[in-house]
Nanobody
Framework: QVRLVESGGGLVQPGGSLRLSCAASGSIFSLNVMGWYRQGLGKQRELVAAITTGGTTNYADSVKGRFTISRDNAKNTVYLQMNSLKPEDTAAYYC??????????WGQGTQVTVSS
C-alpha cells in the first residue's frame, strides 16, 4: 500500500551531523503524521520526532535542541536533521507514517552509528 524508504544513515563522530530522508510512495492519500523512531541494540523502539501535515512537531526530550524534523508534502518526504550527535544516538532509525484511517507504515531502517 505505502512504501517507505530511508536514507542518509552512516558513521559519524560525536558532535557531528547527519540528515536522514524518508520518501513515501504507493497508494498515498493523506499521511497525517510522519515521524522517526529509533531502536538501539537490545532496546525498545522509541519515538524520536514526529510532524503533522500542518507542521506541528514533537520531539523526544533526549533530542530536543539537537534534531529537527521537517517534511515536504509535495514530495511525500520527511527529513530528520541530526546535529551534535552523541554516542547514545547510535541506533537503527525507522521512518513511520500514520494515515487518517489509523494505519501505520514502516520503513526498513537506516543505521546511525556515532563513535570516535
Amino acid at each position: 500500500q505505502v512504501r517507505l524508504v530511508e536514507s542518509g544513515g552512516g558513521l559519524v563522530q560525536p558532535g557531528g551531523s547527519l540528515r536522514l530522508s524518508c520518501a513515501a510512495s504507493g497508494s498515498i492519500f493523506s499521511l497525517n503524521v510522519m515521524g522517526w523512531y529509533r531502536q538501539g541494540l537490545g532496546k525498545q523502539r522509541e519515538l524520536v520526532a514526529a510532524i503533522t501535515t500542518g507542521g506541528t512537531t514533537n520531539y523526544a526530550d533526549s533530542v530536543k535542541g539537537r534534531f529537527t524534523i521537517s517534511r515536504d508534502n509535495a514530495k511525500n518526504t520527511v527529513y530528520l536533521q541530526m546535529n551534535s550527535l552523541k554516542p547514545e544516538d547510535t541506533a537503527a532509525y525507522y521512518c513511520n507514517v500514520l494515515n487518517s484511517r489509523g494505519r501505520e507504515y514502516w520503513g526498513q531502517g537506516t543505521q546511525v552509528t556515532v563513535s570516535s
